[in-house]
């Protein structure tokens, strides 16, 4: 089983800010990890796919890195519209499964 | 622009089994490379991926919750199905599906392009 894990679980920021959000799995999963963005009450939405490939529409000031096992998605300039949780998934292990991170909620300072 | 529905019960009784149907629309099931999923988000909690389906019948399931679950596609209803057998609370939970673009090289994952289209949710609730 890939175990992944996020830091911060919350951040607090305001509106122009860098934020930065960690994302760890327990053992290696190359590039494969993709990132989500989820308001309340609403479907989560595909922001990063492979580690840093932006998904079609999503602005630029989003953006991932990483491999291996450890991993981040960057806000460059935090926007009102970016108050959310954020979710990290793997798919190396696909087709056994995927496995989410448990989220770290971006909220207004 | 691909769509997708969940529909299904809203309220489920302890024992008894979970039936929901995600309807594809504006776009074939039957697409090569694209899988279709099911996610689920019990209240206050994060997201947890219980199976996928490929058009041609293959499945995969979370190994947590194989015992209990089916998927299944119809292909001429552009649909595809989820069945989770002796539901208890605990399997109170938003259900979403979802299309996620996955290449394979025989059993091992070649590509993954993420999960880029979402149903809107259909909540479940277990209760007597």
């Known amino acids: 089983d890939i175990q992944m894990t996020q830091s911060p679980s919350s951040v607090s920021a305001s509106v122009g800010d860098r934020v930065t959000i960690t994302c760890r799995a327990s053992?290696?999963?190359?590039?494969?990890l993709a990132w989500y963005q989820q308001k309340p009450g609403k479907a989560p939405k595909l922001l990063i796919y492979?580690?840093?490939s932006l998904q079609s529409g999503v602005p630029s000031r989003f953006s991932g890195s990483g491999s291996g096992t450890d991993f981040t998605l960057t806000i460059s300039s935090l926007q009102p519209e970016d108050f959310a949780t954020y979710y990290c998934?793997?798919?190396?292990?696909?087709?056994?499964?995927?496995?989410f991170g448990p989220g770290t909620k971006v909220d207004i300072k | 622009q691909l769509q997708l529905q969940e529909s299904g019960p809203g309220l489920v009784k302890p024992s008894e089994t979970l039936s929901l149907t995600c309807t594809v629309s504006?776009?074939?099931?039957?697409?090569?490379?694209?899988?279709w999923g099911w996610i689920r988000q019990p209240p206050g909690k994060g997201l947890e991926w219980i199976g996928s389906?490929?058009?041609?019948?293959?499945?995969y399931y979370n190994p947590s919750l194989k015992s209990r679950v089916t998927i299944s596609v119809d292909t001429s209803k552009n649909q595809f199905s989820l069945k989770l057998s002796s539901v208890t609370a605990a399997d109170t939970a938003v259900y979403y599906c979802?299309?996620?673009?996955?290449?394979?090289?025989?059993?091992?994952?070649?590509?993954?392009?993420?999960?880029?289209?979402w149903g809107q949710g259909t909540t479940v609730t277990v209760s007597s």
């Open positions: 979802a299309r996620h673009n996955t290449y394979m090289g025989g059993q091992q994952l070649a590509h993954y392009y993420g999960m880029d289209v």
């Open positions: 504006g776009g074939s099931i039957s697409s090569s490379s694209y899988y």
């Open positions: 389906i490929y058009y041609s019948g293959s499945t």
């Open positions: 053992q290696g999963i190359s590039s494969w």
């Open positions: 492979a580690a840093s």
């Open positions: 998934q793997q798919a190396n292990s696909f087709p056994l499964g995927f496995t």
